[in-house]
């Protein structure tokens, strides 16, 4: 049983929401920790939804079941290159660069939980999220799905292209770019099932229903109807 939020399902023609601006709402980043430990226990058993042998159609009953084993995978994914990416730089370098492949590995991992936790918080508990240190935040916005779904697959195309620096620099260096190559796969994923949950709701407005728009602290909660 999922515990903290509830997931918010995606439909084709459910009511739009209203956008809702976070500054420095507390509430949110209550909320976003509260689930942390739900998106952990999700991560070390991502196929419990969805078999791995299911995961690679693009025809999927539940769009945001799909994101979030993709975003299990990725980070596992990462976690598989980043180690043989630092074991390829090392050996390539006799050690040379063992600082900067241990450097790169930290970050390859770090930065992969992070977009993990909150791309599926974004997804399955806001509806469309961006935020900055929980400062400013946005959600219910349906072209934030637009955006981080496009800006997803980019980076993964953007790993690949700095991985050719070395490809040249070693005698094997041309093995260091496909290693990075298979991150491409899960971002890809990730990305497209983005840019499908933005497409059930591109009638909508961009931003949601912005003569609803609330500032103030919300939490995540949807802007309350105006029926009594």
């Known amino acids: 049983v999922r ?14 929401q ?3 601006l976070h500054l420095a709402d507390i509430a949110l980043a209550k909320a976003w920790w509260g689930t942390c430990n739900e998106y952990v226990g999700f991560v070390t058993k991502p196929f419990t939804t969805m078999s791995l042998g299911q995961i690679w159609s693009c025809d999927q009953p539940s769009l945001e079941v799909w994101f979030e084993v993709w975003s299990a995978v990725q980070f596992w994914c990462s976690v598989v290159v980043n180690i043989a990416g630092c074991a390829l730089l090392v050996g390539f370098s006799e050690g040379e660069r063992a600082s900067i492949a241990a450097q790169n590995f930290l970050v390859g991992i770090v930065c992969a939980l992070l977009l993990a936790q909150n791309g599926w918080f974004g997804v ?16 219910d916005a349906p072209v934030v799905l637009l955006l981080f779904g496009v800006w997803l697959i980019f980076w993964g195309l953007a790993v690949v292209l700095n991985a050719l620096i070395n490809i040249g620099a070693y005698d094997f260096g041309f093995l260091y770019p496909p290693v990075y190559a298979s991150y491409t796969v899960p971002m890809f994923y990730m990305g497209t099932a983005l840019v499908r949950m933005w497409l059930l709701r591109r009638d909508e407005p961009a931003l ?8 103030g602290k919300q939490g995540v909660n949807p802007a309350p109807s105006a029926s009594p």
């Open 18 to 20: 209203a956008m809702v």
């Open 3 to 16: 515990s903290g939020l509830k997931s918010r399902r995606f439909a084709a023609r459910s009511p739009p």
């Open 124 to 139: 399955v508990k806001t509806r469309g999220y961006l935020c900055c240190c929980f400062v400013f935040c946005v959600t």
């Open 208 to 215: 949601g229903d912005t003569s609803a728009t609330i500032v």
